[in-house]
């Protein structure tokens, strides 16, 4: 009798009891998986990847490969007086032509809001915003030269004074 007697089994050992409806629950679980066809895990690490960019784009602190003044940088660049007159007379060009092209895509947009689509309307805008970062770039390279520093920051550039130059 021995030999038809059950071995006792341990608690790892035992199978696990089915829950009643649990059968019904994996079999619901397996055809109606909405996450899994949404491709939930893809979208949520695409977009903890996409968040991670906008956060170092937005949020980065750029250090200066070089330190050095105004006249250093002539100077290793070989440039004279007349070099920089040209180069910031170019800049100047360049500025009100990005500033003009800003104004009629601006125009342009605003014609395209009431009479085209909005989508064309919206491109316009995002066109005139591009102008308008290049010719903040311009004008702030034009400050540069004209203050005859490099690396000046957003304060000085708008005339921002602090409260210890008030005081």
């Given at each position: 009798m021995a030999f038809f007697r059950k071995k006792r089994e341990t608690a790892a050992e035992q199978p696990k009891r089915s829950i009643p409806g649990s059968v019904t629950r994996g079999v619901f679980r397996t055809f109606a998986n909405?996450?899994?066809?949404?491709?939930?895990?893809l979208?949520?690490?695409?977009?903890?990847?996409v968040f991670h960019l906008i956060k170092g784009i937005l949020f980065r602190r750029f250090a200066a490969s070089r330190y050095e003044t105004f006249e250093q940088?002539?100077?290793?660049?070989?440039l004279t007086e007349q070099d920089i007159k040209q180069r910031?007379?170019?800049?100047?060009?360049?500025?009100?032509?990005?500033?003009?092209?800003?104004l009629l895509v601006l125009v342009y947009s605003g014609y395209l809001l009431f009479s085209s689509t909005l989508v064309a309307a919206a491109l316009g805008f995002i066109v005139m915003c591009l102008c308008i970062m290049k010719a903040a770039s311009m004008h702030?390279?034009?400050?540069?030269?004209?203050?005859?520093?490099?690396?000046?920051s957003m304060k000085e550039w708008f005339g921002v004074k602090s409260t210890e130059e008030h005081q």
């Open positions: 909405a996450p899994a066809w949404l491709g939930y895990p979208l949520k690490e695409q977009s903890a990847g940088a002539m100077l290793r660049l070989n910031a007379r170019n800049i100047r060009i360049q500025f009100w032509v990005y500033t003009l092209m800003a702030f390279w034009l400050f540069q030269i004209k203050k005859r520093r490099l690396g000046c």
